[in-house]
């Protein structure tokens, strides 16, 4: 099978925030190679991981594509991906985890805290480190402060209660993890064992913090590109 016969679209899950609009940087590296399609989540409350994947599942449809879950959203692309079967044909993990990152008691409490609470620096420096630029500080900083507390608090009760490891280790599709070395938000070491244990997935760390899509984007979007040509490959590897 050739990649022109294979789909070249690829349908970006966001972050926290729900708005898609922090992938602008990695979208035009990637509209090279795919058709680029941002979901951006309502701000709903209500929603949880459930939710949100049959959200994500009624945007694609029945057509086949590439899907990439940033950070909250990688729990969203792997049911998604386990839901969807082979339409997914190859998915994205990037900055990420499978199962909640910290103990669930001290998420809950992240979730009554103000978001005005960290101070803006601490808080760019936990999703930046020392990669960011006053452009990406200055968006960050406006989504943050438009994003409802009823949405960011159910998020985050979302992220404590999450698992989808047994899903993950279903998963027969092309898996690419990137992750960056210096994530102090979400440690690289689980999505590293998880890999491990599953293998036919593939890690790349970046000299990166939290938001390496956007810091990285550049370096982010080739390695993507690259996943997608050497599809034919993965195939191989598990046709046999």
């Keep these: 099978m050739t990649m022109a016969a294979t789909a070249r679209e690829i349908v970006l899950l966001p972050g926290l925030d729900g708005t898609g609009d922090l992938f602008d940087r990695l979208a035009a590296g990637l509209a090279e190679e795919f058709t680029v399609k941002v979901v951006r989540y309502p701000n709903d409350p209500s929603l949880g991981y459930a939710g949100y994947a049959e959200l994500v599942r009624n945007v694609i ?72 630029d006053d452009e990406l500080r200055n968006k960050v900083d406006q989504i943050v402060r438009s994003l409802s507390r009823p949405v960011r608090t159910a998020r985050l009760r979302a992220i404590a209660e999450v698992d989808v490891r047994d899903d993950f280790a279903k998963l027969s599709c092309p898996i690419l993890v990137l992750h960056g070395r210096k994530d102090w938000l979400v440690s690289m070491t689980a999505m590293q064992k ?47």
């Design 61 to 132: 449809g029945r057509r086949e594509v590439f899907l990439l879950g940033e950070s909250f959203s990688g729990p969203v692309a792997v049911r998604v991906a386990a839901q969807l079967g082979s339409q997914i044909k190859g998915l994205v993990l990037a900055a990420t985890f499978l199962k909640n990152p910290w103990p669930s008691w001290l998420i809950r409490w992240a979730s009554h805290a103000e978001p005005d609470a960290t101070p803006k620096k601490i808080r760019d420096a936990i999703l930046m480190g020392s990669y960011g």
């Design 194 to 240: 998880a890999v491990c244990n599953k293998g036919g997935a593939r890690i790349v760390a970046f000299s990166a913090a939290h938001m390496l899509l956007q810091t990285c984007a550049d370096e982010a979007a080739k390695e993507i590109r690259a996943f997608a040509k050497s599809k034919t490959l993965w195939e191989a590897q598990y046709e046999d």
